[in-house]
T-cell receptor, first 112, second 114 residues
Framework: GQQVMQIPQYQHVQEGEDFTTYCNSSTTLSNIQWYKQRPGGHPVFLIQLVKSGEVKKQKRLTFQFGEAKKNSSLHITATQTTDVGTYFCAGPRNTGGFKTIFGAGTRLFVKA | DAGVTQSPTHLIKTRGQQVTLRCSPISGHKSVSWYQQVLGQGPQFIFQYYEKEERGRGNFPDRFSARQFPNYSSELNVNALLLGDSALYLC?????????????FGAGSRLTVL
């Protein structure tokens, strides 16, 4: 069935270093969403990408949607301790009803 | 405006028992989705309801059921609890029923099955 995969599973960085997480779908997506979940919290929506090749920025965060609309990335420049958490990509299921499928997430650890 | 509210926040059950989790969506949102999140994994889709009808179902056994009420609130029921049902159960609301809609999650109900 349709799958959304993320790498890496974990990433440890020193504060100030950059961080990138990658998301790949087994099928073409109409859109892709990114969520952040802080430790002990719940997923919070960050952004949605819709167009092929789209790039969006939110301060130190840069999101890209691949040309084939099957992959995406999130890049954080100069990480801060407030960036700690798990980043999930998610996309809609293409057939058989309505649901949003989540990747397993990339957990970011930032050492001060 | 209140966000998505879920109750209870924490609960402990024993194997074989039944549990009901409740969710109130954001005002104006007609769609409610339920997700199960096991520690260290991404949210797994259980159900989506829109206008009181089931619109999507994930790969969960029939022990899992849900319903949506006229005020768009929802309940998730799990019967004959197993140890593996221990997880964070997340409710998410969205304005419409299609997959392009952004999900707003509640804080979740953390279920422990002993």
């Amino acid at each position: 069935g349709q799958q959304v995969m993320q790498i890496p599973q974990y990433q440890h960085v020193q504060e100030g270093e950059d961080f990138t997480t990658y998301c790949n779908s087994s099928t073409t997506l109409s859109n892709i969403q990114w969520y952040k979940q802080r430790p002990g919290g719940h997923p919070v929506f960050l952004i949605q990408l819709v167009k092929s090749g789209e790039v969006k920025k939110q301060k130190r965060l840069t999101f890209q949607f691949g040309e084939a609309k099957k992959n995406s990335s999130l890049h954080i420049t100069a990480t801060q301790t407030t960036d700690v958490g798990t980043y999930f990509c998610a996309g809609p299921r293409n057939t058989g009803g309505f649901k949003t499928i989540f990747g397993a997430g990339t957990r970011l650890f930032v050492k001060a | 405006d209140a966000g998505v509210t879920q109750s209870p926040t924490h609960l402990i059950k024993t194997r074989g028992q039944q549990v009901t989790l409740r969710c109130s969506p954001i005002s104006g949102h007609k769609s409610v989705s339920w997700y199960q999140q096991v520690l260290g994994q991404g949210p797994q889709f259980i159900f989506q309801y829109y206008e009181k009808e089931e619109r999507g179902r994930g790969n969960f056994p029939d022990r899992f059921s849900a319903r949506q009420f006229p005020n768009y609130s929802s309940e998730l029921n799990v019967n004959a609890l197993l140890l593996g049902d221990s997880a964070l159960y997340l409710c998410a609301s969205s304005k419409d029923r299609n997959g392009a809609n952004v999900l707003t999650f509640g804080a979740g109900s953390r279920l422990t099955v002993l």
